[in-house]
């Protein structure tokens, strides 16, 4: 729906020549002097003609945007039969001599926190190449019309779906789908002219091998029956395709199936295996580090409209130890949801009632609509506090597009706390260590490990299902029971669910919230469990530091919300300067993560361990008691090398109740740990460890150690080691001294730490005002401008459009 909605309007008036001049200028073309519009009617015929029409109006300077084309695949041009390539849509525009063919697309992907995945947008661009291929050796080009090396990608620039054109050179592109359609041409040439038969098929894929992956096979029409052909061998290798075991591990972990023990292979696949054969889930040695339960923290969980990026059905939200409260919204694409939305989460944060607030949600999907709405809300409120800027000196307020804006309301108190808070998470998204929102998913899949393909763990509620097993579970029936069901754990919903609520929205009101309300509470009931069984495991004596770690950075956060400084700045407006510092927040954010890992997680340390690209972590087993040898599987942990145990046997030495714990301003100290020299010894391949607190291990243990220096500093006590505490982000954010009138005080000192929003946009909105007065906001300048901030102001929302079936045509693929 969102897709034929989208294209609608790449195809309608209002957004035909914006698309049209803002590809033509971004390519620095000559600025036409007229635009056009032509409909090719999805036939050969059709474009044909309205490429020679643009062609000739090419001459008198003018642009045409061409719509549903059909243009020749590659080399088949003269088969009546083969399926023409279908772009979305073509520019034609004026070239000196002659015609430039502009080929594009367009592709509805929304937009998280401003930006669309990357991947999206190579398959986007892969599409546009395959229709500039096919012009390019269409024979009936008109003379004289050239496809130009560069595409155009019309992809939403905002929650209202307004089409914005993105400009890319498609030379890699249309070489790679050149060698694609080669391949096929070749494979054709080989069968023959015509349908081949029956036998000459099966002779032509004999020798080839199935490749199945319940990832990346799951929109494929052939996806069920492939996957009731692995079920019924009993080959221990059709399982492990099954449940999507990689090529290069199904070997190793093959025993497994049959009883035996497991070769070299992540310990995450080999549990999966297990838990796959014998029914039951595979709990680690890992002990809890989340914030899931504690005080602070506040559940919510989204039913997610799937007709905008940012549509909310209805939210529900608990903060820990009290009721879930709950609401529906009758308009889910309504600017005034988002607030309300917005309000509810403020609220819930500001009773939370600890300095240190997390909001706990079911997955990833659903966190990221909470920042992408905060992200929203804080664009429009800045541009509000522009335009009462404007207003007050006695301009006119006017959006980029220099139309004439409708100034907002202002945030109320709990909206801009929920958005201040978000925005948070937005800008610790790359960081390992901050967890502004928990996903609860991702938590217990740092516990546990489920049997079946690990694509099906991607859902909380399947995950769940196999950590509630006490007795063995059959992964087949689980994986066809969650499959089957209409509700879902996360933020999106099933696509029966989405239908019926579109339709019941429009129908039946009383209906809609009863659907909206039963969506609410299968999340609410998944995430209690999931809750549930998390308490079922020991917290680690690292909890108390990775709420350390969250506090630290809240308390940065406090000062901006507090100022009301830089708690509004969205990612995507960030400073230069500012994005260069968190090179080396990030890389000292990255090393204490990986060792605070390595400390408390078996799993994590034993595959960084056995991985050849790891220096610094290794396995050693004990040869002898008295004195300590050990055989080590490193050729960087030599003798001389001073090493730390991490785990014996696959337990965690910090979790033991002799090691002391120091969470210090700068770093957290370790003591009363099994650190010493290795030395050599008369037999090869043996080194001696002679450590000041001996370790309890007995001949044959496993242990896994690690480089001393790789955690900073050796002490002279000879048993601790320290881990490096992250330093606070200092850059554009107030500092501890900071207080309401400081910048007024010195505005040159305090510029860049506690500015108020509010002094910033009135400076913003003076200097906009400069600009435009010289012309250089123009709307009509040459080459367009671009809206770098892509605020959803000014907009219209897109039209309603009733759930209706997918068009003749149409797969997944198509509309992902």
């Excluded at 090691?659 to 770093?667: E, M, V």
Aim: aromatic fraction near 6%; charge should be negative.
């Amino acid at each position: 729906m969102r897709a034929v909605t989208f294209e609608s309007l790449v195809h309608g008036d209002r957004f035909v020549s914006e698309i049209l001049t803002r590809t033509v200028g971004r390519l620095g073309l000559a600025r036409p002097e007229t635009v056009g519009r032509r409909d090719c009617g999805g036939t050969v015929v059709g474009t044909h003609a309205a490429l020679i029409s643009a062609h000739l109006a090419a001459a008198n300077r003018q642009a045409t945007m061409l719509t549903r084309l059909a243009v020749p695949f590659v080399h088949l041009e003269d088969e009546p039969g083969a399926t023409p390539v279908q772009p979305d849509f073509a520019i034609v525009c004026p070239r000196s001599p002659g015609s430039w063919l502009i080929m594009g697309d367009a592709k509805d992907y929304e937009r998280i926190r401003s930006r669309i995945d990357d991947k999206r947008m190579l398959k986007g661009f892969l599409q546009v190449a395959l229709g500039a291929e096919s012009a390019n050796w269409w024979s009936k080009l008109p003379d004289g019309m050239k496809v130009h090396r560069y595409g155009s990608l019309a992809v939403p620039r905002n929650a209202f779906l307004q089409p914005e054109a993105v400009v890319e050179n498609l030379d890699d592109h249309r070489a790679e789908v050149r060698a694609r359609a080669d391949e096929r041409l070749a494979a054709r040439a080989k069968l023959g002219d015509g349908r081949p038969t029956d036998d000459e098929l099966a002779e032509f894929v004999a020798h080839r091998t199935a490749a199945y992956d319940p990832h990346g096979c799951v929109t494929c029409s052939l996806f069920v029956y492939c996957r009731a052909e692995l079920r019924a061998s009993s080959d221990p290798i059709a399982l492990l395709t099954e449940i999507g075991i990689e090529r290069h591990y199904r070997s190793a972990v093959a025993p497994i199936v049959d009883g035996g023990e497991a070769g070299q292979a992540p310990k995450v696949i080999t549990d999966q295996v297990r838990a796959t054969v014998t029914g039951l889930p595979q709990w680690t040695s890992r002990r809890r580090t989340d914030a899931c339960g504690l005080p602070g923290t506040v559940n919510v969980v989204l039913a997610k409209s799937d007709s905008a990026a940012l549509g909310v059905h209805g939210v529900a939200v608990q903060r820990v130890g009290g009721p879930w409260v709950r609401q529906v919204f009758a308009e889910p694409q309504s600017p005034l949801t988002r607030r309300a939305l917005m309000r509810l989460v403020g609220d819930a944060i500001r009773g939370a009632g600890s300095a240190t607030v997390q909001l706990v949600v079911p997955d990833r999907p659903t966190a990221d609509l909470l920042a992408t709405a905060a992200d929203s809300l804080a664009g429009v409120e800045l541009s509000r506090l522009r335009w009462e800027r404007d207003l007050e000196l006695g301009r006119p307020a006017l959006t980029f597009d220099g139309e004439p804006a409708s100034v907002p309301e202002p945030l109320h108190p709990d909206e801009r706390l929920a958005v201040s808070f978000l925005l948070e998470e937005d800008r610790a998204r790359a960081m390992s260590l901050r967890t502004p929102i928990v996903d609860l998913r991702q938590v217990l899949a740092a516990h546990v490990t489920a049997g079946g393909p690990a694509m099906d763990s991607g859902r909380l509620d399947y995950l769940v299902t196999w950590a509630e097993a006490q007795n063995p579970v059959e992964h087949r029936e689980i994986v066809d029971q969650i499959a089957g069901r209409d509700e879902t754990p996360g933020a999106r919903l099933s696509n029966a669910m989405s239908d019926a609520l579109h339709r019941a929205r429009r129908d039946d009101p009383t209906g809609y919230e009863r659907l909206v309300n039963a969506a609410l509470g299968y999340r609410i009931d998944v995430v209690e469990r999931a809750i549930a069984a998390l308490e079922r495991v020991a917290s680690s004596r690292l909890r108390d530091v990775h709420r350390a770690l969250e506090t630290d950075a809240q308390e940065v956060w406090g000062r901006r919300r507090a100022l009301e400084a830089s708690d509004l700045v969205r990612f995507s407006r960030t400073y230069e300067h500012w994005r260069n510092a968190q090179v080396e927040l990030l890389d000292a954010d990255r090393k204490c993560a990986d060792q605070l890992a390595c400390l408390s997680d078996y799993g994590v340390a034993h595959d960084r361990a056995v991985d050849a690209g790891v220096r610094e972590v290794a396995r050693a087993i004990v040869m002898e008691v008295q004195p300590l040898r050990l055989t080590v599987q490193s050729r960087r942990l030599v003798a001389g090398s001073r090493v730390v145990a991490l785990h014996i046997n696959g337990q965690s030495l910090v979790e033991q109740a002799s090691t002391t714990l120091k969470i210090q301003k700068g770093s957290f100290k370790f003591g009363q740990m099994a650190v010493g020299l290795l030395e050599e010894t008369a037999e090869a391949g043996v080194l001696e460890w002679n450590s000041r607190v001996s370790p309890s291990v007995a001949v044959g243990d496993e242990i896994v150690i690690a480089d001393v220096a790789w955690f900073g500093k050796t002490f002279s006590s000879g048993h601790e080691i320290e881990v490096k505490r992250p330093a606070q982000d200092k850059k554009a954010a107030p500092k501890d001294g900071c207080g309401p009138d400081s910048f007024a005080a010195d505005p040159g000192e305090h510029r860049w730490c506690c500015r108020p929003h509010a002094v910033a946009e009135a400076e913003w909105s003076d200097l906009l005002a400069i600009r435009r007065s010289r012309g250089e906001l123009n709307p009509d300048t040459w080459p367009p401008l671009v809206d770098e901030e892509r605020f959803d102001v000014g907009g219209v929302p897109a039209p309603s459009v009733p759930a209706t079936a997918a068009p003749d045509g149409l797969t997944l693929d198509n509309l992902d």
